[in-house]
């Protein structure tokens, strides 16, 4: 769990220049930019069926299953499970 601060900490540079620059660069804020590299290993896994979804959620970063559901229905319009059984 990293914050803006230390982020910007990390390259030298001021938390609104490292956030203007990243947004610029990435088209997301930092925080944005993680819960979607979460969501979309969450696919991947998912995809594979090997793992249950409170794992997949522990494994990519999510608090617990229900932080993840809320992210994934929110961004993809279906629950992790709807998707699974796509």
Known sequence: DIGLA????LVQMS???FLKLFK????FTPHKFVIHTRIARAK????L???SIAEIAL????ANQSHLNM?????LGV????FQNK
Do not use: I
């Not at 610029?24 to 088209?27: E, K």
């Not at 992210?71 to 961004?75: A, E, I, Q, W």
């Not at 629950?79 to 709807?82: E, G, I, L, N």
């Open 6 to 9: 230390e982020l910007a900490a």
């Open 15 to 17: 938390p609104r220049y």
């Open 24 to 27: 610029t660069s990435t088209g």
């Open 44 to 47: 991947e896994l998912l995809l």
């Open 49 to 51: 069926k090997q793992t």
């Open 59 to 62: 494994k990519v970063g999510f």
């Open 71 to 75: 992210h994934f229905k929110r961004l």
């Open 79 to 82: 629950t992790p499970k709807q």
